[in-house]
Nanobody, 117 residues
Framework: QVRLVESGGGLVQPGGSLRLSCAASGSILSFNRMDWYRQAPGKERVLVAG???????NYAIFVKGRFTISRDNAKNTMYLQMNSLKPEDTAVYYCNANYGRSNLEYWGQGTQVTVSS
């Protein structure tokens, strides 16, 4: 069983920054993938950024150049640095891990990010 705990969300003005954290209960190097998703009110959950098992990073086009994903393997924690935030970035941000030969999916509880003046 993998437990993921997100933190770092909050209210920020347009143009501001936040850093989200996702702490995992096990070694993040054992995951097939580890990703950030977000879900805005009334919309589907979408991929924001993530790591493959080999460390390859991908970003959604709508965050490229503004968000940076990183990880600290020793702390089993993944981060999402979000800069130049826009109102349309408002959403609940979720951490996801894909684990094992059966590609089991694990989700955190989410952290709310609100961008508003």
């Amino acid at each position: 069983q993998v437990r993921l705990v997100e933190s770092g969300g909050g209210l920020v003005q347009p143009g501001g920054s936040l850093r989200l954290s996702c702490a995992a209960s096990g070694s993040i190097l054992s995951f097939n993938r580890m990703d950030w998703y977000r879900q805005a009110p009334g919309k589907e959950r979408v991929l924001v950024a993530g790591f493959s098992s080999t460390g390859i990073i991908n970003y959604a086009i709508f965050v490229k150049g503004r968000f940076t994903i990183s990880r600290d393997n020793a702390k089993n924690t993944m981060y999402l640095q979000m800069n130049s935030l826009k109102p349309e970035d408002t959403a609940v941000y979720y951490c996801n891990a894909n684990y094992g030969r059966s590609n089991l999916e694990y989700w955190g509880q989410g952290t709310q990010v609100t961008v508003s003046s």
